[in-house]
């Protein structure tokens, strides 16, 4: 196991990440919330977008996750769409380079699994495979990702009708047993109850995003709940 990885083992990994929606939304602001993050213990950052990495990674000592954005023709997200964004994230300067390894066909025609085996022959960098099920987690280990991830599972027009406010703890629990490399939680974790939760299942680490770097969507949450008390006081 190298030693970028080992250096996630039993941590937090933060998602310093946000959108045109929120006002945090450039390398300066995100480089701080990383700052914060490895103040308060993080063992890595994970971060989206070339100019953010170059900026989280003037920030931390930590390892950085890398990845860039794109659109699946139906229009969902689609993580560092091509080979040209693995070689700019390694240039950026980031440890790791996280990957959609979905069986979804990419732009470029590759499937996930397919995209994962050709950018492990291309590039000398550490892989993380972000999935969505259990068999895109199976294939993708097979093609030789150093990591896998649970990121996707609710995020795709296939896994979208099972998502819940709850963590995949159950396609965490089933990748822990059928792969032997480490497998991040990563997707809706919202407590820190959660993310111990995850460690106690088998993840090797955990990914916090939304809950610790969008206080906008953490403010909307809280917003919602005490909505939704006035109402019930209100019947």
């Known amino acids: ?33 990383a700052r914060a993050a490895q103040m308060g213990g993080a ?64 732009p470029n025609g590759m499937d996930g699994c397919d995209f994962l085996r050709e950018a492990r022959a291309r590039f000398d960098v550490t892989l993380m495979a972000d999935c969505s099920q259990f068999e895109e987690g199976i294939a993708a280990a097979e093609a030789g990702a150093d990591l896998i991830a649970t990121t996707l599972s609710g995020y795709t027009s296939e896994t979208e009708s099972q998502t819940t406010e709850e963590p995949d703890f159950d396609l965490l629990k089933s990748l822990v047993r059928a792969v032997s490399v480490p497998v991040i939680a990563e997707g809706r974790i919202w407590t820190p109850d959660q993310a111990k939760y995850a460690l106690d299942c088998g993840a090797y680490a955990v990914v916090v995003g939304t809950a610790i770097t969008r206080p906008r969507v953490v403010t909307e949450k809280f917003v919602e709940a005490l909505g939704k008390r006035t109402k019930r006081e209100n019947t």
């Open 43 to 106: 063992v890595g950052v994970r971060a989206q977008g070339i100019g953010n990495i170059n900026a989280i990674r003037r920030a931390v000592e930590l390892p950085v996750i890398g990845t860039t954005r794109g659109m699946f023709g139906d229009d969902w997200i689609l993580i560092t769409p091509d080979f040209s964004d693995i070689a700019q994230i390694v240039a950026a300067g980031a440890h790791v380079v996280a990957i959609d390894a979905t069986a979804r066909r990419r």
């Open 1 to 33: 196991m190298n030693n970028v990885i080992e250096k996630f083992r039993g941590g937090l990994v933060v998602s310093c990440h946000s959108d045109m929606n929120d006002p945090f939304d450039s390398p300066e602001y995100l480089a701080l919330f």
